[in-house]
């Protein structure tokens, strides 16, 4: 009895060829369902509301607190402030109260900062999160951001006003 390895042989190699070109059309296009959410993401978002940074005097504070029970992982924080380093100060914090001057009556974020509350940002399309954006006491810009990510890097595509919820001054 004789077997004919030859066909076996070209069978596996048009499987082999079927799956890698899946896979190859199924990572790194785009938008195709889930995608993890780290620092890049989350810093497609920061950039929208960084306030612009003088050239002749100290980086602006950006205080950043998440919104909700989760908080950022601390590689995160650290690829986000190494990000900005050069224009800016992010500093992260846990609790909001921390980051506002309660000795203030108009109650701003400490050092003439402005705080930023970022949710969670969806791992499926569409990527989207809230913003609230915080500079005094009842001054609290709220945004729904929807991002795209296309080759692992992140993009906001919209953004657009909604009520603020979370940051919400003189409380």
Same mark, same amino acid.
């Given at each position: ?18 799956? @890698? ?17 780290? @620092? ?7 950039? $929208? ?36 380093? $050069?224009?800016?100060?992010? #500093? ?17 974020? #400490? ?30 810009? @709220? ?6 990510? #296309? ?19 003189? $409380?």
């Amino acid at each position: 009895m004789s077997f004919d390895s030859g066909g076996v042989t070209r069978w596996r190699r048009s499987l082999l060829a079927v799956v @890698a070109l899946a896979v190859a059309s199924g990572c790194g296009g785009g938008d195709q369902g889930t995608s993890p959410v780290g @620092a890049d993401g989350y810093m497609a978002v920061i950039d $929208e509301f960084l306030p612009p940074a003088p050239f002749d005097s100290d980086r602006p504070v950006v205080y950043v607190a998440r919104l909700g029970d989760k908080p950022f992982a601390l590689e995160d924080q650290v690829a986000m402030i190494e990000a900005v380093e $050069e224009s800016h100060d992010l #500093r992260f914090v846990d609790e909001i109260a921390a980051a506002v001057d309660t000795e203030d009556s108009d109650a701003p974020p #400490r050092s003439d900062g402005v705080l930023l509350g970022i949710g969670t940002i969806s791992t499926v399309v569409p990527h989207a999160v809230r913003v609230e954006v915080y500079t005094a006491a009842g001054v609290v810009d @709220a945004h729904k951001v929807t991002l795209t990510v #296309r080759d692992d890097v992140w993009r906001v595509e919209s953004s657009e006003s909604v009520e603020p919820e979370v940051l919400i001054g003189d $409380e």
